[in-house]
């Protein structure tokens, strides 16, 4: 059961995995005039190696108490790899590129960020190339690796997991966290990891921290809110994949109101007069 955002609607209903979560050629880049997909080699440099590893049986097979320290590298690698491979995340790019050539952006580039940025943003085709290269190489993500702090937090209702899996969530600011890039808010990232867990990275001076527990109901709430936010303030994220429990009330907040009730199709239409919560975006 998934909702789909469809303009200022949003219906939730029975959906069939091909028909969501995905974009036609969405690992195509055009070097010169000849079209080169990385699919082949997202499955033979990321995913087939993930596939193969402990730490995968772990979490294909639910046992996700059995976590831990030795676990880290796959589960770090999973949140990189998947928070790259999405039309937000390219969106992103293209955005950073467009502020990193005005002066009065008021983001902070570094001389290294906005020469990149301008060679992206003069070449189209350059930008989705780089894009691609994200998407099955995770050296890019060595360098933060061995400080950062994981923590995988196991709910009770079954989680839910939007078109973006990887939501940048904002979090009280800490010395021990990185500075973040341009003077963003502090933040975290939190992707759903099974139908009953989360695994959360905080990049900073964690000396390679990591935590597996059962989080409170409060908390459980408070991270679903966190991707209900982002489901309805991101135009780019059109589904997500929620069960029935408390999803008119986590609706009702974040602005939709429900027209339609049956126990197998929900119909919710945006107020347009409300604002998403500002304290989780």
């Not at 906005?114 to 085709?125: D, F, V, W």
């Not at 800490?174 to 759903?192: E, I, K, T, V």
Request: net charge neutral.
């Amino acid at each position: 059961m998934a909702l789909q955002k469809i303009g200022k609607r949003a219906v939730w209903a029975k959906k069939s995995i091909d028909s969501i979560a995905f974009e036609y050629d969405l690992y195509v880049h055009i070097d010169g005039s000849t079209p080169i997909s990385v699919e082949e080699k997202i499955n033979s440099q990321f995913e087939t190696p993930v596939s193969q590893t402990e730490t995968w049986a772990k979490v294909s097979s639910g046992s996700i108490v059995d976590l831990d320290a030795s676990d880290r590298a796959v589960l770090y690698s999973l949140v990189r790899n998947f928070e790259a491979r999405t039309p937000h995340y390219r969106n992103t790019l293209r955005e950073l590129s467009i502020l990193a050539g005005e002066p009065q952006s008021g983001m902070n580039f570094s001389e290294d960020e906005k020469a990149m940025y301008a060679e992206l943003r003069a070449n189209p085709s350059l930008m989705s190339k780089f894009a691609n290269e994200l998407a099955y190489r995770t050296d890019w993500t060595a360098r933060e690796f061995s400080s950062c702090g994981i923590a995988i937090w196991r709910v009770r209702r079954p989680v839910y997991v939007c078109t973006t899996p990887v939501h940048i969530m904002k979090v009280p600011a800490h010395p021990r966290l990185r500075a973040s890039q341009m003077g963003l808010f502090p933040h975290c990232f939190l992707m759903p990891l099974t139908s009953n867990a989360y695994v959360s990275l905080a990049l900073g001076d964690f000396d390679g921290e990591f935590v597996n527990q059962e989080i409170d109901v409060n908390v459980e709430l408070a991270l679903k809110q966190q991707i209900v936010a982002q489901f309805a303030y991101w135009p780019i994220v059109n589904h997500m994949i929620c069960d029935s429990g408390r999803i008119i009330d986590h609706l009702k907040w974040a602005g939709y109101n429900c027209t339609l009730d049956s126990p197998t199709k929900k119909v919710f239409v945006r107020d347009e007069s409300f604002r998403v919560h500002q304290q989780v975006l």
